[in-house]
Nanobody
Framework: VQLQASGGGLVKEGESLRLSCVAS????????MSWHRQAPGQQRELVAAISAGHLTNYADAVKGRFTISRDGAKNTVFLQMNNLRPEDTGVYSCNARVVAGRYYLPPRDYWGQGTLVTVSS
């Protein structure tokens, strides 16, 4: 199973970006999907998560500005980021909890490579 993230870039404060992450490989089922970010010199933190039933959870810092969604048919998770701030700068990584290969195997977490988001003031 591989996760490929895209959509990062350099934007100005107040602008928007949309991140995408596609899971591929021998996938039987994808449970939760999520986005995490790591700012320079800081630990990685959860930004937003979405369950297979489309229940969502957000970090307080992004509530009202970011929206997570997913397309089950395409094994893809999105993160729409509006009204970006300099403190949103960081490497954004996607995570998916996947049952791979055989239906009876336990789910495990897979990570994408990360995409850099830079917000200038």
């Amino acid at each position: 199973v591989q996760l490929q993230a895209s959509g990062g870039g350099l934007v100005k404060e107040g602008e928007s970006l949309r991140l995408s992450c596609v899971a591929s490989g021998s996938i039987f089922r994808i449970d939760d999907m999520s986005w995490h970010r790591q700012a320079p010199g800081q630990q990685r933190e959860l930004v937003a998560a979405i369950s297979a039933g489309h229940l969502t959870n957000y970090a307080d810092a992004v509530k009202g500005r970011f929206t997570i969604s997913r397309d089950g048919a395409k094994n893809t998770v999105f993160l729409q980021m509006n009204n970006l701030r300099p403190e949103d700068t960081g490497v954004y990584s996607c995570n998916a909890r996947v049952v791979a290969g055989r239906y009876y195997l336990p789910p495990r977490d897979y990570w994408g490579q990360g995409t850099l988001v830079t917000v200038s003031s």
